[in-house]
Every structure is written in C-alpha cells, then in structure tokens.
C-alpha cells in the first residue's frame, strides 16, 4: 500500500533522513520506533506532504505522492494523528470532528462518521459540545484520533498516541488502535514506548539518528537482544 523509498530529509544543514525505506502492507499495522530526535516524526510529516524529502520516493496505492500537496494527501487516503494531539483547543469536540471531515461535501455521509466516532468513544458524544481545550489528555487523544477518522483514511498514521498518558489509557488507546486496524484501516504507528508498539504491530521498523538500523516482524524484534538492551529494558 505504502512504499517509502530512500528518502533523504534536511533541516538546514542537518541531515535528519538518510536513505530511509519503509513498506507497509495492506491491512496491516506497522510500527517505527527509536530514540526521541530518531527522526521518528519527520518520516510522518514526510509521508504526509508537510516536509519535503531531498530525494527518494514515496508512492501510496502505486501513485507516486512525493511531491503532492499535503491536503491531496488526505483527499488520496491518509490521514494523520500528529504528536501532541493538536486538537483545536478553542472549539468544541463536535467542531473537530468537523474539521477533520473539511475535504468531504456529502453532509448525510459526514454525520454518519460522526455517530460512528461517537459510537467508538462515548465520552466524546459526552461531550461533544464542551470546549476540546478542556478535556482530559486521554479525551483529546481519542479526540485525535476521531477526528482523523472523519476524512475516512484508508491508512492512518499515528504519532506517538501514548505521550503523556497514564499506563491504563495508553492500554485503552492500543485496543482501539487494534480495533480500527480490525475495521479494515491500514496503520503506520510511531512510538516511544516500544513494548506496547512492538506486541501490537505486525512488523516494525527501529530507527536511530536518521536511519533504519533493524527491521522485522514486531514479535520477532521482541525478542532480539538489540532491541531488548536498547529499548525494552532487557
């Protein structure tokens, strides 16, 4: 579905992507982790159209999409939960879930995702007249993470959606990332946390300081010394 090719990223001077290549797979869930400044989040923005990649490729359902405009991107299929949430703070919860629907025109189609949203977190139909800035960290993920679904990706890309939650929330976030994975949603998980992302993946990528440096199937990584010593804790 997904096939990153050699991209090669710089922020000035610095090169912070150096030749990586990630394939994802159709229904699957494939996750990337590594060190905080791995360069992690830059492969996603990269994906997504909001940073240019110097060289290489990146091609989404055989169409090449290196140079297409971020918004195209999501028109195309991909949709991204971004690090930090990034909920917008000042609107309530049933406005963002508009939001993330503001590529799409049939309005029936729109409010039937939003049931379906609401359907998936009950909090959300809760409070979904209540100001996003005001709800609990777990609240604005799950938040996140609808609203995202409203542009009805067929991959879904996901930025470190533990950040700062408690370890019951986080195991709550991961069974709904099965979930929507389960509901036909192909999903490229970036994660700090890399036993949770390791026993939920199908296969994962280790990146360290721009460059893929191990690949595998998740549960096979699991066990690798490597990663044990340098993420597990092993």
């Known amino acids: 579905m997904l096939v990153v090719k050699d991209i090669d990223v710089y922020y000035g001077a610095i090169h912070a992507l150096k030749k990586v290549s990630i394939n994802v797979e159709q229904g699957s869930i494939v996750t990337l982790i590594g060190a905080n400044g791995a360069g992690k989040s830059t492969t996603l923005k990269t994906i997504s159209g909001l940073i240019r990649p110097k060289s290489g490729s990146i091609t989404f359902k055989g169409k ?119 509901q036909g949603t192909t999903i490229l998980l970036v994660e700090q946390n890399a036993k949770i992302a390791l026993s939920t993946a ?11 440096v191990l690949q595998g199937k998740a549960r096979e990584l699991m066990h690798s010394e490597e990663v044990k010593k340098a993420y597990l804790g092993g």
């Open 202 to 212: 199908d296969y994962a990528y280790v990146i360290e300081t721009g460059e893929i």
């Open 64 to 182: 090449e999409i290196t140079r297409v405009l971020p918004e195209k991107i999501v028109e195309l299929g991909i949709s991204q939960v971004p690090e930090g949430r990034r909920i917008f703070a000042a609107m309530t919860v049933m406005e963002n879930l508009e939001m993330g629907a503001f590529r799409r025109k049939n309005k029936a189609d729109i409010n039937r995702d939003i049931e379906m949203v609401f359907t998936r977190f009950p909090r959300l139909k809760e409070r979904r007249k209540q100001t996003a800035g005001t709800l609990s960290g777990g609240e604005q993920q799950m938040l996140a993470i609808g609203r995202a679904l409203m542009a009805r990706p067929e991959l879904l890309l996901m930025d470190e959606p533990s950040m700062g939650l408690a370890p019951l929330l986080v195991r709550e976030i991961f069974e709904i990332i099965k979930d929507i994975n389960s």
